[in-house]
Structure formats: structure tokens, C-alpha cells
């Protein structure tokens, strides 16, 4: 990968491919994920593979869902030689916030083929405004 340098000058700036080391391992570990709205509810999926279920801890707390998880490493060191390994394992955390129509305590969610699927039915159009009717007492 080519990185661009923010340096002037010929020679580079040693620190610059460390500049967004940070941002970068965020990523790497984050789980990739999409997220739509239809007419009745809102859907987030996010790619778990080799995640079980009950390594996943799901919650909603004001508007926000969050997801934390661990993805376990399974590798026997039996005397093999490695010649490399990619896979990655250890700790994630994602949080979405969910728009204002959403229905937080409809939420479900469902884990298949690795990839989990979050849905979250819209509130109804009078109820996610906030709005609320006054009555009026007379005299």
C-alpha cells in the first residue's frame, strides 16, 4: 500500500505511516456492517463469522445499541510449523445510534451463517414526533 506523505521536502517523515495507527487497528477489529430502513422497521446486519452466539452481548440503552463480542481463537499448536496466519481473533465493540422513530425495546435479533441481523420496527409517525394531546379542562 502507497501511502501519501502530509510532509513537504524530498525525504519522508518516518512517523507518518504511524500518523493513523490507531484509527486503523479500530477498523481492523471492528466488524463489518450495513445498516437500512424499509416502511416498517429499521435492519443493521453485521459479519460475525467463527462468532458463537454466546460470545455476544447485545444492549440497547437510549437509542443507542451496542455490540460487544469476542471472536475465540481455535488454533491447536500440535508441533505443525506455521507458515502464516491472518485470521483474526480477540475482542469487538460497535455501537449504532438508532434515528428517533426507531422502537428500541422492539429490537430482535438473530444470528445465521455468521452474520447477525438486527431489527428494530419504526415507531408510529405521532408517537416519534413526541407529540401529545392536552386536554383542556374548562372553568
Known amino acids: 500500500m502507497v501511502e501519501k506523505s502530509h510532509t513537504a521536502g524530498l525525504w519522508p517523515n ?10 486503523r487497528v ?5 466488524p463489518a456492517s450495513d445498516a437500512k430502513g424499509g416502511n416498517d ?3 443493521i446486519t453485521v459479519e460475525l463469522p467463527g462468532v458463537d452466539e ?4 447485545l444492549q440497547v440503552h437510549d437509542g443507542v445499541v451496542v455490540l460487544k463480542g469476542e471472536k475465540r ?6 508441533g505443525d510449523t ?11 465493540q460497535r ?7 426507531a422502537d428500541e425495546a422492539g429490537l430482535k435479533a438473530d444470528l445465521k451463517n455468521g ?15 413526541g407529540a401529545k394531546s392536552i386536554r383542556i379542562n374548562a372553568g
Open 14 to 23: 518516518i512517523y507518518e505511516p504511524l500518523r493513523n495507527f490507531g484509527t
Open 26 to 30: 479500530a477498523e481492523w477489529f471492528a
Open 41 to 43: 422497521a429499521y435492519v
Open 54 to 57: 454466546k460470545d455476544i452481548d
Open 73 to 78: 481463537e481455535e488454533r491447536e499448536e500440535s
Open 82 to 92: 506455521w507458515f502464516f496466519s491472518e485470521r483474526q481473533f480477540g475482542m469487538f
Open 95 to 101: 455501537s449504532f445510534r438508532l434515528p428517533v422513530d
Open 115 to 129: 452474520v447477525l441481523r438486527l431489527t428494530v420496527p419504526k415507531k408510529d409517525p405521532e408517537a416519534a414526533k
